[in-house]
């Protein structure tokens, strides 16, 4: 073969690859392995070479590959040489270059250990280019199973392996593996968690974090992601349903939310949640586990309020007793009609029945209930008996009891460090003896001091949403400045079944 080519060499190693750490697949010993080859080969004139060090087999998003292809285009090079048929990649699309596209741009494909040379029928490697590439397919995914499996070992020891930290939390500069609360960013988290307790709506608390002046997520933390619509740097509703949602800000690690379709496939897609790897007490939490779960108790009624839900105290709260669903809220002229939302769904169906009512006299009927519920109580027992169904108050009283024996624990320390001293000097115990008694009770005392700060600092957090039980108590007994958050705090539900009776659930017993 007379015929001289200009020879590109591209040369590709990935980090995952198990020969990653044998010297013979090196770049620079494919390099040298193939410049040897071209010594030997009058024909081949070296041109350029193409490098992707660190970069999967599993697709061709890499950039020397990029820059090879339009250096094909431009006719700069008519050859391309690998040591082997894996060096070009490792999935399926290869055999399609080898085959169809540099013989249509008439280059010339050389592997030199797989033995293939698209210009020479007499190498016996091209007619097992398919057989390679599945070969070296399953080795790709059979890599990526593995480091698969090691990522998830490490996500099940709870540690953290994204690239950045979700907000309100920061990398600990020590420790890659670790989450340190970010207090710039935490301080917004907890102002959602409390607006929406406060009774806002999701679209409410986006408008409420733009009217601040408070950067978005991606624009706080530099992240270049996605298209630019009109509406970037705003706060959106869904940014707001995650950070609301998300364990992470009650200390839970939780990883494994996306993945990818395939290996060579970078499109990710989420997973169901059963799906993820949570890891409970990882990190510091933002949120007390108290209030989250009040957050997510009550998000079903209140993440679509809409700026005119205040019209509607019970909005979210109403079910239908026959079929279990909601009862909706339909406004006519400025008036509101009940619905059953499972009814208006599949009415053809006859699914269920109307269960249609003025939304005014649901209301009035509510109200009064209650209010004949708790006229015969003082404005104390009220407080008492809301307190007594906050779980949050009841962890305070539990907190304080325990902070009530430790110091008297402390106390009795000093105590006994006087007592042993003494029977040191009246030589009822020895030295040694002294000294390991001291030292045991030195240590116990700091353990009670550690876990009574401790105390106080959760204290400090659990009081971060303040409630204040008089007002509800004071606004409700008398009917005045009700909202959705004082409706939170007293109803569970209200069930109406079809024949327009009313069934209160509520959440204190008198």
């Known amino acids: 073969m007379n015929k001289q080519f200009n020879v590109g060499i591209y040369l590709r190693l990935s980090r995952e690859d198990d020969d990653y750490k044998e010297e013979s697949s090196s770049i620079t010993n494919q390099r040298n392995y193939i410049l040897n080859y071209l010594k030997n080969n009058n024909n081949l004139n070296f041109v350029d070479e193409y490098i992707d060090d660190g970069f999967s087999g599993g697709d061709f998003d890499r950039p020397a590959f990029k820059r090879m292809l339009i250096d094909i285009e431009y006719k700069k090079i008519d050859c391309v040489i690998v040591k082997d048929q894996s060096r070009l990649g490792r999935n399926d699309l290869v055999p399609y270059y080898i085959r169809q596209f540099f013989p249509l741009k008439k280059v010339r494909f050389i592997a030199i250990n797989s033995d293939i040379d698209t210009f020479d029928e007499n190498k016996i490697g091209n007619k097992m280019i398919g057989f390679y590439s599945i070969m070296n397919t399953h080795y790709c995914i059979d890599i990526s199973e593995k480091v698969k499996s090691t990522l998830n070992t490490k996500k099940k020891e709870g540690k953290h392996l994204g690239g950045t930290a979700c907000y309100g ?24 968690f409390n607006l929406f307790v406060n009774g806002n709506s999701l679209q409410m608390i986006a408008r409420h974090l733009d009217d601040l002046k408070i950067p978005i997520p991606s624009i706080y933390k530099n992240l270049n992601r996605g298209m630019k619509s009109t509406m970037y740097g705003h706060w959106q509703t869904r940014t707001i349903d995650e950070i609301l949602k998300n364990e992470m800000y009650i200390g839970n690690m939780c990883q494994g939310k996306r993945k990818r379709i395939a290996v060579n496939i970078k499109h990710l897609i989420r997973n169901p949640k059963n799906k993820w790897i949570i890891v409970k007490n990882t990190h510091e939490p933002i949120i007390d586990k108290e209030i989250f779960d009040m957050v997510q108790s009550i998000y079903s009624k209140n993440s679509h309020i809409t700026k005119n839900t205040n019209k509607y105290l019970l909005k979210g709260f109403i079910f239908c007793k026959e079929c279990s669903h909601t009862i909706g809220i339909n406004t006519v002229k400025n008036k509101g009609y009940l619905v059953c939302n499972y009814y208006r769904k599949y009415s053809k169906l006859h699914a269920c029945t109307p269960h249609r009512m003025k939304y005014d006299y649901l209301e009035s009927i509510v109200l009064n209930k209650i209010k004949q519920q708790i006229k015969n109580c003082n404005q104390n027992e ?19 009891k325990e902070n009530k024996k430790l110091e008297i624990q402390i106390k009795d320390f000093n105590r006994k460090n006087k007592e042993i001293y003494n029977d040191k000097l009246n030589k009822i115990i020895s030295k040694k003896i002294y000294l390991e008694m001291k030292n045991q009770i030195t240590k116990e005392k700091i353990e009670n001091e550690k876990k009574l700060k401790e105390n106080f600092d959760n204290i400090k957090k659990l009081k971060t949403t303040n409630i204040n039980y008089e007002k509800i108590v004071d606004d409700f007994m008398y009917l005045k400045n009700i909202n959705r958050k004082i409706i939170s705090y007293l109803i569970d539900k209200i069930i109406i079944d079809e024949n327009l009776n009313i069934e209160i659930f509520y959440k204190f017993k008198l």
Not at 180 to 189: G, M
Not at 382 to 400: D, Q
């Open 169 to 192: 939390y920061k990398k600990d500069p020590n420790n890659k593996y670790k989450l340190i609360i970010d207090e710039k960013a935490a301080k917004v988290v907890k102002m959602i």
């Open 382 to 400: 009220l407080i008492y008996i809301l307190k007594r169904n906050n779980k949050i108050e009841l962890k305070i009283e539990e907190i304080i």
